[in-house]
């Protein structure tokens, strides 16, 4: 077999690529407007992601400003060159984030917002000659104003207003007419005034008024429905409700320490247990009095004592039987001046005379008595009845989880442990019941959170939505006007040695007559490409698997780098 004679080749030239202009220049009309509205569409998306990353974060200046208040507001963040926008309704008033406490202080230098309401600062522009009528008036207005900016600061208050009643006194008047107060208040949305709020509001405006009393005040909702009322009508309900009340955590109290003594015991969520308390609330007051004998005198109380004393003399006119015994003098008195009295003489006619003494006590003595008051306390528990329920307890049985009912020796000692545990006393009607029954246990099916309704994920798509948002629209429009209409604009690579391999083969082919020629391929089946560059690598092909050891060789003079 004759050798196949090498035939250096030169290397095919490889075309240079087409700068930026020369493609342009390729595109008809319609790439080039494909071309220019995706790029505008580019630098648009562009734009707008920066201006939204360089946007600030508004944040609430006030809110729920009056027209004049507002309006001052915003002529003075003109004035400081402060960019302010409102909130959806006009309801608030947004500066940047970082410049809102500062701004808050600069403004209330200014005294702003000054409110819708006016307060005791109408006391400070009084004129002239303004007559009593006129500054009492002042000081009434006054006086709602404060009241209506401190029922506004109540988190559930949008807006009040206070009404204030203040007669004129006059002490000439036997009888004062009292003041009296009304209060109107509109809520946000879904809230409401509890009976604790209204109290507050109540008792806020009654202390800030001489004289008026509590149920002397009203206040209303924005529908025109009385939440307060006079304590007369509602004594009754408040204290039905501070007793159910006090029932209900009696109850949960004694309930609670009976799970706290069993749960250790038989094991968490495995008891439950009810009290039901009686308790009696009724007022009873009783009043006794108890009486001992006297005393001595000398151990007993003196409460009054009473001397009287008396002294007299009488003289006593003589009586007898006239005659000469009776008309003699008497004789000269012989017993002391202190002594007793001489006897009356019998045949005398003259009196005596006689002294008389009386003397009397009275001594009254303090009574020994016992008071006794015994007022009963309210609130008293009168009869306790509790009910608990046990569960079966778990047990192993061959490699198995049963369950299995408590013995009667527990069961009475968990009884046991119940009734210590809630004070019974029998004698009062407690009572005690615990039944031991297995639990039926309720699978409740959960369904998770999907992950785009989670919390924290839409948190996150709300922070990277404008700029994510911005990527995808960019490669939207690269992928689908840029990218189409460059690739359409690749120009034909044209190359002055076309006939390059051509001749090198025909090279070949005069210098080895012994070698059969190579076929052409063939092209019977076969498309014409577009571009003569396609063309030729088409026949490159073909002839690679015709006849793969002239390829072989032509590629093996190309890697020698001899001449041609």
């Given at each position: 077999?004759?050798?196949?004679?090498?035939?250096?080749?030169?290397?095919?030239?490889?075309p240079a690529s087409p700068n930026w202009l020369q493609r342009l220049s390729a595109l008809d009309r319609a790439q080039r407007m494909r071309l220019g509205a995706g790029v505008a569409l580019l630098v648009a998306a562009a734009v707008a992601a920066?201006?939204?990353?360089?946007?600030?974060?508004?944040?609430?200046?006030?809110?729920?400003?009056?027209?004049?208040?507002?309006?001052?507001?915003?002529?003075?963040?003109?004035?400081?060159?402060?960019?302010?926008?409102?909130?959806?309704?006009?309801?608030?008033?947004?500066?940047?984030?970082?410049?809102?406490?500062?701004?808050?202080?600069?403004?209330?230098?200014?005294?702003l917002p000054k409110g819708s309401v006016a307060g005791f600062e109408l006391m400070e522009s009084n004129k002239f000659g303004m007559t009593q009528f006129q500054e009492r008036l002042n000081f009434q207005r006054?006086?709602?104003?404060?009241?209506?900016?401190?029922?506004?600061?109540?988190?559930?208050?949008?807006?009040?207003r206070v009404h204030l009643a203040l007669p004129n006194q006059n002490g000439f008047f036997r009888e004062q007419q009292k003041p009296s107060a009304s209060v109107l208040v509109s809520l946000h949305p879904g809230r409401i005034l509890d009976r604790a709020q209204l109290a507050g509001i109540v008792h806020l405006v009654a202390s800030s008024v001489p004289e008026l009393a509590p149920s002397a005040v009203s206040v209303l909702d924005d529908t025109g429905k009385l939440l307060s009322q006079s304590p007369d009508s509602t004594a009754g309900a408040e204290i039905n409700a501070q007793q159910l009340l006090y029932v209900q955590?009696?109850?949960?109290?004694?309930?609670?320490?009976?799970?706290?003594?069993?749960?250790?015991?038989?094991?968490?969520?495995?008891?439950?247990?009810?009290?039901?308390?009686?308790?009696?609330?009724?007022?009873?007051?009783?009043?006794?009095?108890?009486?001992?004998?006297?005393?001595?005198?000398?151990?007993?109380?003196?409460?009054?004592?009473?001397?009287?004393?008396?002294?007299?003399?009488?003289?006593?006119?003589?009586?007898?039987?006239?005659?000469?015994?009776?008309?003699q003098p008497p004789a000269p008195s012989a017993a002391p001046i202190n002594g007793a009295n001489p006897a009356p003489n019998a045949g005398g006619q003259q009196g005596t005379e006689e002294q008389t003494n009386k003397r009397e006590s009275t001594t009254n003595y303090e009574v020994d008595k016992t008071v006794k008051v015994v007022r009963g306390s309210t609130g008293a528990v009168k009869r306790l009845s509790a009910a608990v329920v046990v569960n079966y307890q778990s047990a192993e049985d061959k490699g198995k989880t049963v369950t299995k009912a408590l013995t009667p020796e527990q069961i009475e000692q968990m009884t046991a442990l119940v009734r210590e545990t809630i004070g019974f006393n029998r004698e009062r009607g407690d009572s005690v019941n615990l039944m031991n029954t297995p639990f039926q246990v309720t699978a409740v099916p959960t369904t998770d959170t999907p992950l785009w309704k989670q919390p924290e994920v839409v948190d996150l798509a709300k922070t990277f939505a404008w700029p994510v948002g911005a990527v995808l629209f960019a490669a939207l429009v690269?992928?689908?006007?840029?990218?189409?209409?460059?690739?359409?604009?690749?120009?034909?690579?044209?190359?002055?040695?076309?006939?390059?391999?051509?001749?090198?083969?025909?090279?070949?082919?005069?210098?080895?007559?012994?070698?059969?020629?190579?076929?052409?391929?063939?092209?019977?089946?076969?498309?014409?490409?577009a571009t003569p560059e396609q063309l030729r690598l088409e026949d490159a092909r073909v002839l690679a698997k015709e006849n793969p050891v002239a390829v072989a060789n032509i590629l093996k003079t190309w890697l020698n780098g001899d001449p041609a």
């Open positions: 077999m004759s050798a196949v004679a090498e035939v250096p080749l030169n290397p095919l030239p490889t920066v201006v939204m990353g360089r946007q600030p974060d508004y944040r609430v200046l006030f809110s729920n400003l009056g027209d004049k208040d507002g309006g001052a507001v915003v002529a003075q963040l003109s004035q400081m060159n402060v960019p302010y926008k409102y909130s959806e309704g006009g309801g608030a008033i947004l500066i940047p984030a970082e410049r809102v406490h500062d701004v808050r202080l600069r403004l209330a230098t200014q005294g006054g006086l709602e104003g404060e009241l209506t900016r401190s029922i506004q600061a109540l988190s559930s208050v949008q807006s009040a955590q009696l109850e949960q109290q004694y309930s609670r320490r009976i799970m706290d003594i069993l749960e250790p015991v038989v094991g968490r969520d495995n008891v439950k247990a009810q009290v039901t308390a009686e308790v009696d609330f009724s007022q009873t007051e009783s009043t006794s009095e108890q009486f001992r004998p006297n005393q001595t005198p000398d151990s007993s109380a003196v409460r009054s004592q009473q001397v009287l004393e008396s002294r007299g003399s009488s003289t006593k006119t003589a009586t007898g039987v006239p005659g000469a015994v009776a008309n690269l992928m689908g006007l840029v990218r189409p209409a460059l690739k359409g604009s690749a120009p034909a690579k044209a190359t002055a040695a076309k006939p390059v391999a051509g001749g090198q083969l025909d090279a070949l082919e005069a210098e080895t007559p012994e070698r059969p020629a190579l076929a052409a391929p063939s092209r019977k089946d076969e498309v014409l490409p």
